[in-house]
């Protein structure tokens, strides 16, 4: 026999057929690396991941709503300013500035992204704040911002 043929019939009597593997799940994740890898990404993002992600919903956002409100729904109660109040006969209407330096025109009851607007007076407004704590329940108290800061009035 020829080294060759010798070869081929000692690897035809050593091949064996391996064992069948049980069947994998449809939908079970493969591939998923247990320990790391020691890669350091020097913070840039990973080019495999898809860019494209699911929209979520605000907290706070009634069922079905994915984006925020426009205008003053939008702001939160923390960054506006009071820049004037306006009195037409009974009715107050305060002006107020967001942070994209955006002036709106809010009436009472008016909502905010986290309140709404409780009264009016000639020195500022009163907003309730609605704060939802991790059980759940909704929580307001009261926020006060005035027209003036306390450093101009007191000088």
Do not use: C
Not at 9 to 25: K, M, S
Not at 49 to 75: D, Y
Not at 117 to 122: F, H, M, R, V
Not at 127 to 137: C, N, P
């Amino acid at each position: 026999m020829k080294p060759r043929h010798l070869i081929l019939a000692v690897l035809a009597l050593v091949a064996v057929p391996a064992a069948a593997y049980a069947q994998i799940q449809v939908g079970s994740r493969v591939g998923d690396a247990p320990t790391p890898s020691g890669y350091d990404d020097g913070g840039r993002r990973d080019p495999f991941v898809s860019l494209i992600v699911t929209k979520k919903t605000m907290p706070g956002a009634p069922q079905g709503q994915l984006r925020p409100s426009l205008g003053l729904a939008s702001i939160a109660i923390a960054d506006v300013t009071v820049t004037g109040v306006v009195r037409a006969g009974s009715k107050m209407t305060v002006i107020l500035k967001g942070p994209d330096n955006m002036s709106y025109m809010a009436r009472l009851s008016d909502r905010l992204a986290d309140g709404m607007i409780k009264s009016i007076d000639t020195e500022g407004v009163v907003f309730m704040s609605e704060q939802t704590d991790a059980a759940g329940a909704v929580k307001g108290h009261e926020v006060r911002k005035t027209l003036r800061s306390a450093a101009e009035v007191i000088r």
